[in-house]
């Protein structure tokens, strides 16, 4: 299972750290990625962070501005967004792999949390 946390409202150029945890099992073995999907859009792949701490391109809108990292000490999977702008608004998946596998399929997905970037 899966929980995402740390969204909310923000105004334009702020910042926002989200939060991937898994509850009740381990994330150490998996590759876990951050996803968005605005509304009449379709969903975006972020960033994916290998269970080693590899991680995978950013679409050119998002280079700079978000980073995606692991603590595995804390079972949690970290997306940092700054200068954060009105586009950016969305709800934000995280997304686990199976068990020793790397990035690029995700079998498990949390519920989302609402980023909103208003003024």
């Known amino acids: 299972l899966l929980v995402e946390s740390g969204g909310g409202l923000v105004q334009p150029g702020g910042s926002l750290r989200l939060s991937c945890v898994g509850s009740?099992?381990?994330?150490?073995?998996?590759?876990i990625a951050w996803f968005r999907q605005a509304p009449g859009n379709e969903r975006e792949e972020i960033s994916c962070?290998?269970?080693?701490?590899?991680?995978?391109g950013y679409p050119d809108s998002l280079k700079g501005r978000f980073t995606i990292s692991r603590d595995n000490a804390k079972n949690t999977v970290y997306l940092q967004m700054n200068r954060l702008q009105l586009d950016d608004t969305a709800v934000y998946y995280c997304a686990a792999g199976p068990a020793g596998w790397d990035c690029g399929w995700y079998d498990t997905w949390g519920q989302g949390t609402q980023v909103t970037v208003s003024s």
């Open positions: 009740g099992n381990t994330l150490e073995y998996n590759a």
């Open positions: 962070i290998s269970r080693r701490g590899q991680t995978t």
